[in-house]
Protein backbone atom coordinates (compact mmCIF):
# COMPACT_ATOMS: atom_id res chain seq x y z
CA UNK A 1 0.00 0.00 0.00
CA UNK A 2 1.59 4.00 -0.76
CA UNK A 3 0.41 5.86 2.03
CA UNK A 4 0.56 9.13 0.39
CA UNK A 5 -3.27 10.23 -0.07
CA UNK A 6 -4.18 8.91 3.68
CA UNK A 7 -1.01 10.65 4.40
CA UNK A 8 -2.42 13.79 3.06
CA UNK A 9 -5.57 13.20 4.84
CA UNK A 10 -4.06 13.09 7.87
CA UNK A 11 -2.01 15.73 7.64
CA UNK A 12 -5.11 18.26 6.41
CA UNK A 13 -7.19 16.76 9.33
CA UNK A 14 -4.31 17.88 11.99
CA UNK A 15 -4.58 22.03 11.76
CA UNK A 16 -3.18 22.50 15.47
CA UNK A 17 -1.68 19.83 17.80
CA UNK A 18 -5.15 18.88 19.58
CA UNK A 19 -6.02 17.67 16.32
CA UNK A 20 -3.28 15.89 15.99
CA UNK A 21 -3.54 14.20 19.41
CA UNK A 22 -7.01 13.64 18.56
CA UNK A 23 -6.73 12.01 14.82
CA UNK A 24 -3.64 9.95 16.64
CA UNK A 25 -6.03 8.81 19.51
CA UNK A 26 -8.98 8.12 16.76
CA UNK A 27 -6.72 5.66 15.01
CA UNK A 28 -5.50 4.04 18.22
CA UNK A 29 -9.03 3.51 19.38
CA UNK A 30 -9.78 2.08 16.15
CA UNK A 31 -6.73 -0.66 16.72
CA UNK A 32 -7.85 -1.51 19.94
CA UNK A 33 -6.18 0.71 22.41
CA UNK A 34 -7.53 1.60 25.60
CA UNK A 35 -7.15 5.08 27.11
CA UNK A 36 -5.20 6.00 30.89
CA UNK A 37 -5.55 8.55 32.51
CA UNK A 38 -2.71 10.07 34.61
CA UNK A 39 -4.62 10.71 37.89
CA UNK A 40 -5.05 6.91 37.96
CA UNK A 41 -2.67 4.70 38.97
CA UNK A 42 -2.35 2.26 36.00
CA UNK A 43 -3.24 -1.86 36.21
CA UNK A 44 -1.49 -3.21 32.91
CA UNK A 45 -2.27 -6.59 31.55
CA UNK A 46 0.22 -8.82 29.18
CA UNK A 47 -0.84 -8.05 25.06
CA UNK A 48 -2.30 -4.85 26.69
CA UNK A 49 -2.40 -1.74 24.45
CA UNK A 50 -3.11 1.82 25.95
CA UNK A 51 -2.20 5.62 25.18
CA UNK A 52 -2.11 8.59 27.83
CA UNK A 53 -2.46 12.14 26.64
CA UNK A 54 -1.61 15.24 28.64
CA UNK A 55 -3.51 18.84 28.29
CA UNK A 56 -4.43 17.38 25.07
CA UNK A 57 -1.64 18.62 22.87
CA UNK A 58 0.67 15.30 23.80
CA UNK A 59 0.20 11.78 23.52
CA UNK A 60 1.86 8.48 23.82
CA UNK A 61 0.99 5.23 23.13
CA UNK A 62 2.47 1.81 24.37
CA UNK A 63 1.72 -1.91 24.10
CA UNK A 64 2.83 -4.71 26.84
CA UNK A 65 4.41 -7.49 25.41
CA UNK A 66 3.24 -11.14 26.56
CA UNK A 67 6.24 -11.52 29.40
CA UNK A 68 8.78 -9.32 31.29
CA UNK A 69 10.23 -6.79 28.78
CA UNK A 70 13.18 -5.90 28.88
CA UNK A 71 13.40 -2.25 27.62
CA UNK A 72 11.05 0.91 25.94
CA UNK A 73 11.60 1.24 21.75
CA UNK A 74 10.84 4.82 21.97
CA UNK A 75 9.99 6.45 18.70
CA UNK A 76 9.66 10.12 19.26
CA UNK A 77 8.27 13.26 16.78
CA UNK A 78 5.98 16.31 17.20
CA UNK A 79 2.39 17.43 16.99
CA UNK A 80 2.76 21.46 16.58
CA UNK A 81 4.07 23.55 13.30
CA UNK A 82 4.70 27.08 13.27
CA UNK A 83 1.68 29.21 12.81
CA UNK A 84 0.23 32.69 14.04
CA UNK A 85 -1.40 32.33 17.15
CA UNK A 86 -4.99 34.59 18.03
CA UNK A 87 -4.69 36.46 21.16
CA UNK A 88 -6.90 37.49 23.88
CA UNK A 89 -9.33 40.50 22.54
CA UNK A 90 -8.75 39.39 19.18
CA UNK A 91 -10.76 42.37 17.19
CA UNK A 92 -8.62 45.20 15.31
CA UNK A 93 -11.09 47.51 14.15
CA UNK A 94 -10.88 50.41 11.91
CA UNK A 95 -10.62 52.22 8.66
CA UNK A 96 -13.78 50.32 7.89
CA UNK A 97 -12.09 46.89 8.61
CA UNK A 98 -12.09 44.33 11.48
CA UNK A 99 -8.87 42.50 11.28
CA UNK A 100 -7.57 39.89 13.63
CA UNK A 101 -4.73 40.27 16.57
CA UNK A 102 -1.96 37.57 15.94
CA UNK A 103 1.41 36.92 17.17
CA UNK A 104 3.70 34.26 15.95
CA UNK A 105 3.81 31.01 17.44
CA UNK A 106 7.32 29.15 16.64
CA UNK A 107 9.81 30.35 13.78
CA UNK A 108 7.29 30.58 11.20
CA UNK A 109 8.54 31.66 7.56
CA UNK A 110 5.75 34.48 7.02
CA UNK A 111 5.46 35.86 3.76
CA UNK A 112 3.50 32.16 2.69
CA UNK A 113 0.90 33.77 4.63
CA UNK A 114 -0.41 36.53 2.73
CA UNK A 115 -2.83 36.86 0.04
CA UNK A 116 -4.20 33.11 0.45
CA UNK A 117 -7.28 31.61 2.26
CA UNK A 118 -7.33 31.41 5.54
CA UNK A 119 -9.26 29.86 8.65
CA UNK A 120 -9.21 29.26 12.83
CA UNK A 121 -8.83 25.81 14.93
CA UNK A 122 -7.81 25.04 18.02
CA UNK A 123 -10.04 24.35 21.33
CA UNK A 124 -12.22 26.38 23.41
CA UNK A 125 -13.09 26.04 27.06
CA UNK A 126 -16.89 26.41 27.33
CA UNK A 127 -18.14 26.99 31.06
CA UNK A 128 -20.98 24.47 31.67
CA UNK A 129 -21.83 24.91 35.67
CA UNK A 130 -18.97 24.16 37.57
CA UNK A 131 -17.27 22.33 34.88
CA UNK A 132 -14.79 23.34 31.83
CA UNK A 133 -15.62 21.39 28.85
CA UNK A 134 -12.43 22.02 26.34
CA UNK A 135 -14.50 21.36 23.11
CA UNK A 136 -12.06 21.14 19.39
CA UNK A 137 -12.80 24.00 17.09
CA UNK A 138 -12.02 23.93 13.42
CA UNK A 139 -13.74 26.89 11.12
CA UNK A 140 -14.32 24.87 7.87
CA UNK A 141 -14.82 28.24 6.27
CA UNK A 142 -12.55 30.44 4.44
CA UNK A 143 -12.47 33.40 7.14
CA UNK A 144 -9.27 35.91 6.68
CA UNK A 145 -7.30 36.80 4.16
CA UNK A 146 -3.76 38.44 5.39
CA UNK A 147 -3.37 40.83 1.92
CA UNK A 148 -0.03 42.22 0.57
CA UNK A 149 0.29 45.98 -0.19
CA UNK A 150 0.23 47.29 -3.48
CA UNK A 151 4.08 47.18 -4.95
CA UNK A 152 2.74 50.94 -6.01
CA UNK A 153 2.63 51.48 -2.29
CA UNK A 154 5.97 49.85 -1.71
CA UNK A 155 8.32 49.78 -4.89
CA UNK A 156 10.95 47.53 -2.18
CA UNK A 157 8.55 44.79 -1.42
CA UNK A 158 10.57 42.48 -3.98
CA UNK A 159 14.08 43.54 -1.98
CA UNK A 160 13.19 41.50 0.79
CA UNK A 161 10.38 42.59 3.54
CA UNK A 162 10.92 42.68 7.36
CA UNK A 163 8.30 41.27 8.22
CA UNK A 164 6.53 42.84 11.18
CA UNK A 165 3.60 40.73 13.04
CA UNK A 166 1.35 43.43 15.01
CA UNK A 167 1.06 46.09 11.04
CA UNK A 168 1.83 43.92 8.27
CA UNK A 169 0.37 40.16 9.18
CA UNK A 170 -2.76 40.96 10.48
CA UNK A 171 -5.81 38.45 9.29
CA UNK A 172 -8.83 40.60 7.26
CA UNK A 173 -11.84 39.40 9.17
CA UNK A 174 -14.52 41.99 7.47
CA UNK A 175 -15.05 44.83 5.88
CA UNK A 176 -17.01 46.50 8.11
CA UNK A 177 -16.13 47.13 12.07
CA UNK A 178 -18.49 45.30 14.33
CA UNK A 179 -17.65 41.80 13.64
CA UNK A 180 -16.74 39.82 16.31
CA UNK A 181 -14.30 36.49 16.11
CA UNK A 182 -16.16 34.62 19.49
CA UNK A 183 -19.19 35.26 18.44
CA UNK A 184 -18.41 33.45 15.27
CA UNK A 185 -16.77 30.61 17.06
CA UNK A 186 -19.41 30.28 19.67
CA UNK A 187 -21.98 30.17 16.39
CA UNK A 188 -20.25 27.17 14.96
CA UNK A 189 -19.91 25.66 18.61
CA UNK A 190 -23.46 26.91 19.29
CA UNK A 191 -22.72 27.72 22.48
CA UNK A 192 -22.98 30.96 24.49
CA UNK A 193 -20.18 33.37 23.55
CA UNK A 194 -19.89 34.84 27.48
CA UNK A 195 -19.60 30.78 28.05
CA UNK A 196 -16.13 30.71 26.31
CA UNK A 197 -13.75 31.54 29.08
CA UNK A 198 -10.13 30.25 27.16
CA UNK A 199 -9.26 29.70 24.00
CA UNK A 200 -5.96 28.27 21.76
CA UNK A 201 -6.69 29.47 18.48
CA UNK A 202 -4.19 29.28 15.47
CA UNK A 203 -4.73 30.09 12.18
CA UNK A 204 -4.33 27.27 9.28
CA UNK A 205 -4.24 27.32 5.70
CA UNK A 206 -7.27 25.78 3.92
CA UNK A 207 -5.44 23.85 0.84
CA UNK A 208 -5.21 20.82 1.15
CA UNK A 209 -2.11 18.70 0.70
CA UNK A 210 -1.46 17.47 -2.91
CA UNK A 211 0.82 15.29 -5.12
CA UNK A 212 2.58 17.60 -7.42
CA UNK A 213 4.95 17.10 -10.74
CA UNK A 214 4.85 15.10 -13.69
CA UNK A 215 6.33 12.20 -12.10
CA UNK A 216 4.17 12.41 -8.93
CA UNK A 217 7.43 12.84 -7.19
CA UNK A 218 6.64 15.45 -4.68
CA UNK A 219 4.12 16.59 -2.08
CA UNK A 220 3.06 20.27 -1.23
CA UNK A 221 1.41 20.22 2.39
CA UNK A 222 1.00 21.70 5.57
CA UNK A 223 2.14 20.42 8.51
CA UNK A 224 4.81 18.06 6.46
CA UNK A 225 6.83 19.14 9.23
CA UNK A 226 6.68 17.53 11.84
CA UNK A 227 3.34 15.55 10.92
CA UNK A 228 5.53 13.60 8.20
CA UNK A 229 7.61 11.62 10.96
CA UNK A 230 4.44 11.54 13.41
CA UNK A 231 2.30 9.68 10.19
CA UNK A 232 5.16 6.99 9.97
CA UNK A 233 5.89 6.60 13.71
CA UNK A 234 2.05 5.54 13.88
CA UNK A 235 1.77 3.86 11.06
CA UNK A 236 5.00 1.94 11.92
CA UNK A 237 3.54 1.52 15.31
CA UNK A 238 0.26 -0.12 14.35
CA UNK A 239 1.88 -2.25 12.34
CA UNK A 240 4.73 -3.78 14.16
CA UNK A 241 4.72 -7.26 16.24
CA UNK A 242 5.03 -8.01 19.47
CA UNK A 243 8.82 -8.51 20.81
CA UNK A 244 10.92 -8.37 23.94
CA UNK A 245 10.39 -4.89 24.56
CA UNK A 246 7.85 -1.91 24.85
CA UNK A 247 7.48 0.09 22.12
CA UNK A 248 6.43 3.60 22.84
CA UNK A 249 5.35 6.26 20.43
CA UNK A 250 5.75 9.75 21.80
CA UNK A 251 4.51 12.49 19.89
CA UNK A 252 5.07 15.97 21.92
CA UNK A 253 3.43 19.44 22.04
CA UNK A 254 5.69 22.72 22.01
CA UNK A 255 8.68 21.60 19.79
CA UNK A 256 8.83 24.91 17.46
CA UNK A 257 8.78 27.11 20.85
CA UNK A 258 11.44 25.01 22.44
CA UNK A 259 9.82 21.75 24.42
CA UNK A 260 9.79 23.25 27.63
CA UNK A 261 5.73 23.03 28.82
CA UNK A 262 3.43 20.59 30.94
CA UNK A 263 3.76 18.32 27.73
CA UNK A 264 6.97 19.33 25.35
CA UNK A 265 9.88 17.12 25.29
CA UNK A 266 11.38 18.52 27.96
CA UNK A 267 8.71 18.09 30.06
CA UNK A 268 8.60 15.01 32.52
CA UNK A 269 5.51 13.58 30.40
CA UNK A 270 7.64 10.76 28.87
CA UNK A 271 9.76 10.00 32.08
CA UNK A 272 6.64 9.90 34.02
CA UNK A 273 4.73 7.40 31.66
CA UNK A 274 7.69 4.93 31.23
CA UNK A 275 7.47 4.76 35.51
CA UNK A 276 3.88 5.13 35.37
CA UNK A 277 4.40 1.30 33.12
CA UNK A 278 6.93 -0.37 34.93
CA UNK A 279 4.56 0.51 38.06
CA UNK A 280 1.74 -1.05 36.32
CA UNK A 281 3.66 -4.05 35.61
CA UNK A 282 4.04 -4.57 39.30
CA UNK A 283 7.89 -3.95 38.34
CA UNK A 284 9.71 -2.32 41.57
CA UNK A 285 11.43 1.18 40.82
CA UNK A 286 15.06 -0.39 40.12
CA UNK A 287 13.62 -2.67 37.37
CA UNK A 288 12.81 0.42 35.45
CA UNK A 289 16.45 2.20 35.63
CA UNK A 290 17.63 -0.96 34.17
CA UNK A 291 15.09 -1.08 31.48
CA UNK A 292 16.20 2.50 30.17
CA UNK A 293 19.81 1.10 30.59
CA UNK A 294 18.23 -1.48 27.13
CA UNK A 295 16.25 1.32 25.46
CA UNK A 296 16.46 3.52 22.51
CA UNK A 297 14.67 6.36 21.06
CA UNK A 298 14.45 7.57 17.90
CA UNK A 299 13.72 11.09 17.91
CA UNK A 300 11.86 11.80 14.43
CA UNK A 301 11.71 15.70 12.87
CA UNK A 302 11.95 16.35 9.61
CA UNK A 303 15.16 16.95 7.51
CA UNK A 304 16.57 19.51 4.98
CA UNK A 305 16.52 18.23 1.63
CA UNK A 306 19.62 20.02 -0.96
CA UNK A 307 17.61 23.21 -1.95
CA UNK A 308 17.29 23.64 -5.68
CA UNK A 309 18.37 27.08 -6.11
CA UNK A 310 20.33 27.35 -3.02
CA UNK A 311 22.77 23.85 -3.13
CA UNK A 312 25.58 25.76 -1.61
CA UNK A 313 23.49 26.00 1.98
CA UNK A 314 23.59 22.40 2.76
CA UNK A 315 27.45 20.62 3.27
CA UNK A 316 29.44 20.15 0.69
CA UNK A 317 29.27 15.88 0.48
CA UNK A 318 25.89 15.28 3.33
CA UNK A 319 22.92 16.40 1.43
CA UNK A 320 19.97 14.95 1.64
CA UNK A 321 17.54 14.23 -1.68
CA UNK A 322 13.99 14.24 -1.56
CA UNK A 323 12.99 10.50 -2.37
CA UNK A 324 16.12 8.99 -1.27
CA UNK A 325 15.25 8.17 2.32
CA UNK A 326 15.50 8.77 5.84
CA UNK A 327 18.46 11.19 7.04
CA UNK A 328 20.40 10.65 10.24
CA UNK A 329 20.75 14.52 11.33
CA UNK A 330 24.53 14.84 13.32
CA UNK A 331 25.62 17.74 14.86
CA UNK A 332 29.19 17.30 17.14
CA UNK A 333 27.59 20.30 19.60
CA UNK A 334 24.71 17.55 20.34
CA UNK A 335 22.16 19.90 18.70
CA UNK A 336 21.36 16.16 17.51
CA UNK A 337 21.35 13.33 19.29
CA UNK A 338 23.00 11.04 16.80
CA UNK A 339 26.14 9.25 17.50
CA UNK A 340 27.98 6.39 16.70
CA UNK A 341 26.19 4.05 18.64
CA UNK A 342 23.09 5.21 18.27
CA UNK A 343 23.42 5.77 14.06
CA UNK A 344 24.87 2.04 14.24
CA UNK A 345 21.86 0.50 15.95
CA UNK A 346 19.57 2.42 13.37
CA UNK A 347 21.50 1.70 10.44
CA UNK A 348 21.30 -1.55 11.44
CA UNK A 349 17.12 -1.61 11.54
CA UNK A 350 16.82 0.62 8.16
CA UNK A 351 19.01 -2.50 7.20
CA UNK A 352 16.72 -5.31 8.12
CA UNK A 353 13.79 -3.66 7.19
CA UNK A 354 14.85 -2.38 3.66
CA UNK A 355 14.62 1.27 4.14
CA UNK A 356 16.92 3.31 2.43
CA UNK A 357 18.55 6.34 4.28
CA UNK A 358 21.01 9.18 3.96
CA UNK A 359 23.04 11.94 6.26
CA UNK A 360 22.28 15.38 7.04
CA UNK A 361 25.23 17.26 8.66
CA UNK A 362 25.44 21.62 8.43
CA UNK A 363 27.82 23.02 6.78
CA UNK A 364 30.76 23.88 9.22
CA UNK A 365 29.65 27.26 8.93
CA UNK A 366 25.75 27.36 9.84
CA UNK A 367 23.95 26.73 13.15
CA UNK A 368 20.91 24.84 12.06
CA UNK A 369 18.50 24.01 14.14
CA UNK A 370 17.87 21.80 17.29
CA UNK A 371 14.97 18.96 17.83
CA UNK A 372 13.53 17.36 20.33
CA UNK A 373 15.90 14.25 21.23
CA UNK A 374 18.77 16.42 23.30
CA UNK A 375 15.66 18.59 25.29
CA UNK A 376 14.27 14.55 26.14
CA UNK A 377 17.14 13.47 27.47
CA UNK A 378 17.17 15.62 30.46
CA UNK A 379 14.31 13.50 31.75
CA UNK A 380 15.39 9.94 30.09
CA UNK A 381 18.67 9.51 29.20
CA UNK A 382 19.41 7.12 26.79
CA UNK A 383 20.70 6.05 23.50
CA UNK A 384 18.98 8.23 20.83
CA UNK A 385 19.50 8.81 17.42
CA UNK A 386 17.96 11.60 15.49
CA UNK A 387 16.65 11.25 11.63
CA UNK A 388 13.96 13.39 9.74
CA UNK A 389 12.61 12.47 6.28
CA UNK A 390 13.78 15.62 3.51
CA UNK A 391 12.42 18.51 2.77
CA UNK A 392 11.96 21.67 1.08
CA UNK A 393 10.45 24.65 2.84
CA UNK A 394 10.64 23.84 6.52
CA UNK A 395 8.63 26.35 8.65
CA UNK A 396 6.62 27.73 5.53
CA UNK A 397 3.26 27.50 5.51
CA UNK A 398 2.53 24.84 2.78
CA UNK A 399 6.03 22.50 2.59
CA UNK A 400 7.56 20.29 0.01
CA UNK A 401 8.97 16.83 0.53
CA UNK A 402 9.04 13.45 -1.49
CA UNK A 403 6.41 10.79 -1.69
CA UNK A 404 8.55 7.88 -1.32
CA UNK A 405 10.12 8.94 1.96
CA UNK A 406 7.08 8.07 4.11
CA UNK A 407 7.30 4.50 2.84
CA UNK A 408 10.75 3.99 4.17
CA UNK A 409 10.09 5.56 7.89
CA UNK A 410 7.46 3.10 7.95
CA UNK A 411 9.39 0.21 7.35
CA UNK A 412 11.96 1.35 9.05
CA UNK A 413 10.02 2.21 12.51
CA UNK A 414 7.68 -1.12 12.13
CA UNK A 415 10.86 -2.98 12.32
CA UNK A 416 11.85 -0.89 15.61
CA UNK A 417 9.12 -0.82 17.22
CA UNK A 418 9.32 -4.90 16.82
CA UNK A 419 13.41 -4.51 17.98
CA UNK A 420 14.58 -4.70 21.41
CA UNK A 421 18.32 -4.02 22.09
CA UNK A 422 20.15 -5.80 24.22
CA UNK A 423 23.53 -3.92 25.84
CA UNK A 424 26.77 -6.05 26.16
CA UNK A 425 29.36 -3.46 28.16
CA UNK A 426 29.92 -1.53 25.14
CA UNK A 427 28.63 -3.35 21.98
CA UNK A 428 24.89 -3.43 21.31
CA UNK A 429 22.39 -6.43 19.23
CA UNK A 430 19.84 -5.81 17.63
CA UNK A 431 17.16 -8.19 18.35
CA UNK A 432 14.30 -8.09 16.20
CA UNK A 433 11.22 -10.51 16.87
CA UNK A 434 9.49 -12.26 13.77
CO1 LIG B 1 10.13 20.00 13.33
Request: aromatic share 8%; proline share 3%; with cysteine.
Given at each position: ????Q????????C??????????????????Y???????RW????G????VT????????F????K?????M???S???S??L??K?????????????N?EK????????W???????????M???????????Y??????????S??I??NR????G?????????????A??????FLS???????????D???????????????????H??????????????G?G??????????????????????E????????G???????D?L?????????DAM????A?A???M???????A???N????????N????????V??Y??????????????????I?EK?????Q?????????????????S?R??????V????????M??C????G??????????????FS??V?????????K???
Amino acid sequence: MNHTQDMLDFLYACPTCFHTVHAVETRLEENGYERLEEKNRWKLEEGGKYYVTRNQASIIAFRIPRKDYTGYMIGASHSDSPSLKIKENPELKGHGYTKLNVEKYGGAILSGWLDRPLSAAGRVMVKEGNRIVSKLYCSEEDLFVIPSLAIHMNRKTNEGMNWNVQTDLCPLMAVDENTDFLSIVSEDLRVRKEDIIGHDLFLYVREKGRVIGRHKDMILAAHIDDLMCGYGDLVGFLNSKDGDSVPVLAIFDNEETGSLSAQGADSTFLADTLAAINDGCGRDAMANRTAIAESFMVSADNAHAVHPNHPEKADPVNQPHMNAGIVIKYNANQHYTSDALSAAVFRMICEKAGASCQVFTNRSDMLGGSTLGNLSERHVSLHTVDIGLPQLAMHSCMETAGTKDTEDLIQAMQVFFSSSVAAEKDDFEVKVSE
